[in-house]
Structures are given as C-alpha cells and as structure tokens.
C-alpha cells in the first residue's frame, strides 16, 4: 500500500486529508498519463455523499485540463463503472466512493481498462505526482482541452447486463432490498421489478449524509427485522457503492459473504461450473466455512484480507468465485469486482432453482464463535515474529486441533496486532486470545 493509495482507491475524510486539490491532481495525472499517445476516454461515477459532487466537479477539471474527455455516470455503483470501463473501450475509469463508511468519508477508486483494480505501477506514479516528484504536466491547450458527456447510457447499460444474467422470472417472491441510502437506491429496485419480483425497499432515500447510517450491509438487523416483520421471501443488503451484498433468510437469519461463498460454491459444483473445484477466501472467512467446504468436497485457498487480493489469486489461477465475509462476492465469468446486485441475482438462481428456501441452504455452515482483539504495539513485526509469541500460538494450534482456529496477523494501518480465535464456544475463544495476549504483554511489546 501506498501513502495515499490503500487496498481500495484514496480514502479519507473529505477536505481534511483527501481534499479537493488531491482530486484535480488525480484528474491531471490519469488525463495526461493514458492520453499521451491518444485522447484519453475516462468514465466516473458517484456515490450519494454530498462531497462526491464536490470531487467529481474537481476530477472533471484535472481530466479535461490535462485534455482528457470525462464521461459522466452519476450516482452509480463501482461495480458498473467496471463493467463500463471493460465493455465500451475507456482507458480508465473513476469511482468517487468511500464504501461502507460514513458520510463525511470519500474515496477514489481508480479502475484499469480491463475493469480492474489500478496497478501498483500507475499508484506509484500518481503519489510521486501528488508529492511533487513528478515535474509539473502541461495544460491542454485549443482545442485539445477536453469536454464532459452526460453517460446515464452507460450506467442503463449495465442495469440491461444485470437483468440479461437472471435465468428465472422473480414472479411471486416478495424481496426486500436495503439499498443503504447509496449506490444501489434506485438500481437495485429498478432491476428486481423488471424481473418479476414483488420488492420491499428500505434505506433509498439518500439525502447526502444519510448513506450507510444505521442501514445496509453494515447494519443488517435492520433488514433482519424488515424481512421477518414482513414475511418476505428473502432480504438483500448493501453497502454504500454497492459492491458487496449481505443476504437475509425468510426467518430474518444472516446468511454472510461465507455463507453465499457455500452456496453458491456448492451450486457451481452441482452443476459442472466450479473452475479447479475451488472457492477463493480470505484468511478471516469463519472456521465453520472451511468445515462445510471440506464436507461438500470442495477445496478452497486463502489470501490476505482485501478483495483485490481475492481477484488476483482468481486471475492467477484460473478460479470462478471467490469473496469475503463482508459480502464482496466475486463471480469472475461475470464481473471483475465485487458486484452487490449481481450477487443477489446469483443467489436468487440458487433459491429458484433448487427450490429451497436459503434458510435451507445455509443450513450446512455452522458459524463457529469468533473473538479477535486488536493489540497496539510499539512495533508490530517484531511482536508477531517474537519466538515466545510463535511459540504461544503454536500451542494454542495444537491445542485446537481439528475444532478451531488462531489467526495472528498485523494490521495493514495501524501498529496493531490483531489476534483472533475460533472455536467451538466463546469461553474457548477468550482463553486462546488471552494467552496469546498475555505473552504479547509479558515480552514488552504492547503500548498503552
């Protein structure tokens, strides 16, 4: 990770440590950076924040002065801007979004010409621009200043592609969706009604600074309640640019990004569709998954904690589906990121096509008890390779054998160590990490 650039885009809070000349800087680097040889073609699109507008205003000008023409989306979803960057021949695309955090947070998202992450390379470029290191770009000048085009067509294009993927009508299933106040408040609902579906919406009012409180995947008793009050078939919640999905069952149960990994990892195996017989997780995905993966004969892989990392090992080795417990769900035949709504759409395809209800079908994962603890420590590399703390984990495995887990890990931005357990009962769970943590203390390594 870079000094501005994280695992997902620039993010910060709005004019305080990502700030409107950051975004005018960015838009002069990626105008003049893919359109040295060419006219460069960006697309952007936009969450519901009220500072969005503002850093959509400041990316159009960097872009058209740098001789750039933007192409406008609106409020629209990361996954689209995607599928609008790899189907229509831009040479970048830009997703104006902090995700799942609050209101006065922003990000943005830079997305290559194949509807993926940015390179490190070009992040590398970009910072050394942002810190002065790069000499100054030159102006666009007469008529090679570029222009901005209003594009809802891109964004109508990529509700016709959502719908195009379902292979059953909805008619008849009562749906609730919590859009999150974001991204997905006017898509989501547009595309569940043209399949047929009879739809429950909450949370799609989105004022500027009401995106991702107290609703959306991040705060899913609130759909819990909703679909259980209701009666509905099933609930979809998700977060603010809408790129992960959260499920709830017609008993108004959680069914998390681990649970859909199984079903639908599970369903692509039934029918022949399970690339190399493998789901992608991260190494935070529940115990209880990897127990019901094993049961089902499916293997699995593990990487660090992002869904770009997920996304890289799918690339590299040739698997379909891969995701977090977050609800970023990756179905690589079609998308490139996390994609909520398509999600939805592929679990809505279990349900119909199994004719089981998804209560039903979660039912094999049994979600072991979790704790992790986040110890700050005067230098995190040195606590976690401490041989006496490698020795006190190492015990702890032994001591779970075949019915748990302990993950120690650093965290990627703070001087944390995270120590997290999964066992059979919370009591187990408090005493591995406490003995963990004891260690961690007794060397020294922790600070106040």
Known sequence: MGKYFGTDGFRGEANVNLTVEHAFKVGRFLG???GREHK???VIGK????SSYMFEYALVAGL???GADAYLLHVTTTPSVSYVVRTEDFDCGIMISASHNPYYDNGIKVINGKGEKLEESVIEKIEEYLDGKIQEIPLAVNEAIGCTVDYAAGRNRYVGYLISLAIHSYKNFRVGLDCANGSAWMIAKNVFDALGAKTYVINNEPNGFNINTNCGSTHIENLQKYVAEKGLDVGFAFDGDADRCLCVDEKGNLVDGDKILYISGKYMKERGELANNT???TVMSNFGLYKALDSAGIQYEKTAVG???V???MVKNGHKIGGEQSGHIIFSNYATTGDGILTAIKMMEVIISKKQPLSQLAEPVKIYPQLLKNVRVADKKTAREDCDVQAAVKKVEAALGDTGRILVRESGTEPVIRVMVEAESDAICQTYVDQVVAVLQEK????Q
């Open 311 to 313: 996304y890289e090992n």
């Open 32 to 34: 003049w950076y893919y």
């Open 307 to 309: 869904d770009k990392y």
């Open 40 to 42: 460069c073609r960006v």
């Open 444 to 447: 020294g390594h922790v600070v």
């Open 47 to 50: 969450d519901t924040r009220r």
């Open 279 to 281: 789901v992608v997780t």
């Open 64 to 66: 058209t002065a740098s």
